[in-house]
T-cell receptor, first 114, second 113 residues
Framework: AQSVTQLGSHVSVSEGALVLLRCNYS??????LFWYVQYPNQGLQLLLK??????LVKGINGFEAEFKKSETSFHLTKPSAHMSDAAEYFC????????????FGGGTRVLVKP | DGGITQSPKYLFRKEGQNVTLSCEQN?????MYWYRQDPGQGLRLIYY???????QKGDIAEGYSVSREKKESFPLTVTSAQKNPTAFYLC????????????FGDGTRLSIL
């Protein structure tokens, strides 16, 4: 069975500082990995995805993530936080065996301090 | 613009009452999903459908029912058997292929009166 662990349910960063959100997954076959962002009382918006190919993936709003197979990780980063980055972030995994089902992590809420 | 529409945005239910949440998509996606989100928790899968007239239970299907009579529509009924229905409900859809992302609606918040 697949699983996703997001380390830290809450992260606080200063505006302009590095944002680092951690995601570790388990999957018995090569995974497809996704990061989503959720603003209050809204649905989830796709930030980026890894399927195959280049392990460093760039997404919207200046975010990027690196797939590290040896570490079973897919951490999300942004070099300089902006106030508008305050939101909840979810890592999710699927693979060919799971078909079209996603498994989500518990989420990390980001607070940006001025 | 293509997208997923969930209605209503807020819904209130009395004890012992069934309520139906609407989800419509015009993205021509084959698969549709219903998730439940509780404060401080991730998303839990209720039901999903990969093709018209077929659907499967997710991890927390008890107390819920769905139908998929049209490709564009996947309504969720929260029955009186669901003892703790207060939550934020999200509908999603995707095109075929495991490497394709799910697209989400803006959710329905259900509360008990």
């Amino acid at each position: 069975a697949q699983s996703v662990t997001q380390l830290g349910s809450h992260v606080s960063v200063s505006e302009g500082a590095l944002v680092l959100l951690r995601c570790n997954y388990s999957s018995s076959v090569p995974p497809y990995l996704f990061w989503y962002v959720q603003y209050p009382n809204q649905g989830l918006q796709l930030l980026l995805k890894y399927t195959t190919g280049a392990t460093l993936v760039k997404g919207i709003n200046g975010f990027e993530a690196e797939f590290k197979k040896s570490e079973t990780s897919f951490h999300l980063t942004k070099p300089s936080a902006h106030m508008s980055d305050a939101a909840e972030y979810f890592c999710a995994v699927t693979d060919k065996a799971a078909g079209n089902k996603l498994t989500f992590g518990g989420g990390t809420r980001v607070l940006v301090k001025p | 613009d293509g997208g997923i529409t969930q209605s209503p945005k807020y819904l209130f239910r009395k004890e012992g009452q069934n309520v139906t949440l609407s989800c419509e998509q015009n993205l021509n996606h084959d698969a549709m999903y219903w998730y439940r989100q509780d404060p401080g928790q991730g998303l839990r899968l209720i039901y999903y459908s990969q093709i018209v007239n077929d659907f499967q239970k997710g991890d927390i299907a008890e107390g819920y029912s769905v139908s998929r009579e049209k490709k564009e529509s996947f309504p969720l009924t929260v029955t009186s058997a669901q003892k703790n229905p207060t939550a934020f409900y999200l509908c999603a859809s995707k095109t075929w292929g495991g490497n394709q992302p799910q697209h989400f609606g803006d959710g329905t918040r259900l509360s008990i009166l």
